[in-house]
């Protein structure tokens, strides 16, 4: 079946620690997407990317870093610059502006 | 001004209602409008695609006033099961998607 997988589901980190988010899709989409979520909060846009080895800074970019090396692969990296980290992180990717979910990762920080 | 602002709610509305809510959006070259559903500590998922001449799905109604930027959702004959947060999403073209923080509807019993 075509979908986006996140891994994991729940991640706890210490502060001052960087960690990686995992996120793969098998949709043959060109567009992928990194969004943070706080509680009752809409989603705010950290990354995207519109093709491989090509990304952009959303709105909230800050403490974060990504790469795409591959098409099928949007890794978000949360740095131990990111003050707040403590959020539900949703992957997407897209195509003709229908966006598919991945079903996230909780990040706590301990 | 955000690019695109929805009514947080929250609806809290009777078995068997109607709810109505807009979406409005700040860029007029918008190509593209959708609605997704959010349950509590999930993915959003696509409830439906919104078109110029609107369109319907069952119980679900979304319009689109391309004058006066905004796209509405109407829900009939209200489920308990369509309490939920409804997020409005834009697409300026193929790969800038805007999302609005959500409308909560709560259908009571």
């Known amino acids: 079946d075509g979908g986006i997988t996140q891994s994991p589901k729940y991640l706890f980190r210490k502060e001052g620690q960087n960690v990686t988010l995992s996120c793969e899709q098998n949709l043959n989409h060109d567009a992928m997407y990194w969004y943070r979520q706080d509680p009752g909060q809409g989603l705010r846009l950290i990354y995207y990317s519109q093709i491989v080895n090509d990304f952009q800074k959303g709105d909230i970019a800050e403490g974060y870093s990504v790469s795409r090396e591959k098409k099928e692969s949007f890794p978000l990296t949360v740095t131990s610059a990111q003050k707040n980290p403590t959020a539900f992180y949703l992957c997407?990717?897209?195509?003709?502006?229908?966006?598919?979910f991945g079903q996230g990762t909780r990040l706590t920080v301990v | 001004r955000k690019e695109v602002e929805q009514d947080p709610g929250p609806f809290n509305v009777p078995e068997g209602a109607t709810v109505a809510f807009n979406c409005t959006y700040s860029n007029s070259a918008s190509q593209s409008f959708f609605w997704y559903r959010q349950d509590c500590r999930k993915e959003p998922k696509l409830l439906m695609s919104v078109y110029s001449s609107g369109n319907e799905d069952g119980r679900f109604t979304a319009q689109l006033n391309r004058a006066s930027q905004y796209i509405s959702l109407l829900i009939r004959d209200s489920k308990l099961s369509d309490s939920a947060t409804y997020l409005c999403?834009?697409?300026?073209?193929?790969?800038?998607?805007?999302f609005g923080a959500g409308t909560t509807v709560t259908v009571r019993a």
């Open positions: 999403v834009v697409n300026l073209n193929d790969y800038k998607l805007s």
């Open positions: 997407a990717s897209s195509s003709w502006g229908e966006a598919f």
